[in-house]
């Protein structure tokens, strides 16, 4: 897995654009609406990011966000008073956060295309470094976290959202759920028509095998965030430690009931078993 793969995926599939019908059909390059609809779903499934991110000082702090999506939580650190810039691998993101930043008259510093892996800025630049469900797309992680640290001021933090992997999502769902409906819909795969998530998970088991596509990380990367998503990790707070070396774990907590095809969206079960993990690390000297 490289990152040309993963970035030629997020391009093609900006991240939530085909909730709400989508950018180029649904809502025909009406910014203004598409971002407005996007917002009210993204806030109305994920009600615990603004909390989350109330937990932080953002006022008057230099904020590198990497991976934007569509501008979402780029608009949320700019109102809470961040000096914002934004980093994101894709064209098509930057092109809308770009939009989204004009159309609302928000104020940043910065906005650029480019890699996590070569941080496009000089050393010490930033207060925090912010990033919300990306870091755990990106196979070099320890290129990437090495570049955060560098970019970061002494004793500078990373806020991320990481995968959860002590969840309801991952330990049941992903686990045993969908792989026992994958093996079991597999024998009459010729009946399944259409292209839905049911169908492309049966392709994909097609083409390598289904042995080797239900493989608990093979398995993983397709049931993130949609089975042609070519790549994804899990954390505990052991993988965080070991994956980013060069930072201290000062604070975790974990939100969000979500484990499809369980109806779990509204157990109270969020802060135990979480799909979201946030973790506040602190560059080391």
């Excluded at 797309?137 to 959860?164: C, F, N, S, W």
Aim: proline content about 5%; aromatic content about 10%; charged content about 25%.
């Amino acid at each position: 897995m490289n990152e040309t793969q993963v970035q030629d995926f997020w391009n093609a599939h900006p991240c939530g654009d085909h909730i709400v019908g989508g950018l180029r059909q649904e809502f025909a390059d009406d910014y203004e609406r598409f971002f407005a609809a996007y917002d009210r779903w993204r806030y109305d499934q994920e009600g615990h990011i603004p909390a989350c991110l109330d937990r932080f000082d953002w006022r008057d702090k230099k904020v590198l966000e990497i991976g934007l999506g569509q501008g979402a939580e780029s608009e949320q650190l700019i109102r809470r008073g961040a000096r914002w810039s934004g980093l994101d691998l894709t064209a098509e993101s930057v092109a809308r956060v770009g939009a989204r930043l004009a159309l609302r008259d928000l104020p940043h510093d910065d906005l650029k295309q480019g890699s996590a892996l070569a941080i496009p800025y000089p050393d010490n630049s930033f207060d925090h470094v912010f990033s919300h469900g990306v870091l755990h797309h990106i196979p070099d992680i320890a290129t990437a976290q090495a570049e955060i640290h560098r970019v970061l001021k002494p004793g500078g933090t990373l806020v991320a959202m990481l995968y959860a992997r002590r969840s309801l999502n991952f330990q049941v769902s992903i686990r045993f759920v969908r792989r026992a409906v994958l093996a079991a819909a597999y024998p009459v795969r010729g009946f399944v028509g259409g292209d839905g998530m049911l169908r492309q998970h049966l392709d994909n088991a097609s083409a390598v095998g289904l042995r080797n596509y239900l493989s608990l990380d093979a398995f993983t990367h397709r049931n993130t965030d949609g089975p042609r998503n070519p790549f994804a990790r899990v954390y505990s707070l052991s993988d965080v430690a070991r994956d980013f070396s060069s930072f201290e774990i000062v604070d975790s907590f974990q939100r969000y009931m979500h484990a499809p095809p369980l109806p779990v969206h509204h157990l109270p079960f969020g802060d135990r078993l979480g799909w979201h993990l946030w973790v506040t690390l602190q560059a080391r000297p």
